[in-house]
């Protein structure tokens, strides 16, 4: 919850009773119920306002996507995940040298490759 533990929770908890008291505690948590309900209404209603005057192309818009965080993730990272976690595709050998009609003769251990004097 928030990120916070057992602790965190027990030293909220005894610092809300020092301070509001044990009679006020009770009507100090609903005012803040009732704040946060306000804020997420106030939210959304800003989030459909927003969507609707950017008119039907912008239906799937997410006001999170402008994070960048979620940006890179969203349009760098996911396709980077997806050819990831793809089935690997089985590979051919390979018979002809590209761009050649000659088959590709293999090197044995420790044997050079040929050289062209005069390609260099």
Do not use: C
């Not at 349009?75 to 590709?104: F, G, M």
Request: charged share 25%.
């Amino acid at each position: 919850m928030f990120g916070l533990g057992w602790m965190e929770i027990g030293a909220l908890i005894v610092i809300a009773l020092l301070v509001f008291g044990p009679e006020k505690l009770p009507q100090a948590a609903a005012q803040a119920g009732k704040t946060l309900r306000n804020l997420r209404r106030m939210a959304n209603n800003a989030r459909d306002d927003l969507r609707a005057g950017l008119g039907p192309e912008f239906q799937n818009f997410d006001p999170a996507d402008l994070n960048p965080k979620n940006f890179v993730r969203k349009h760098l990272l996911d396709d980077i995940e997806n050819d990831w976690n793809d089935k690997p595709r089985e590979l051919e050998p390979a018979t002809t040298a590209p761009y050649a009609s000659d088959p590709v003769d293999e090197l044995g251990y420790g044997e050079l490759p040929p050289y062209d004097s005069e390609a260099t």
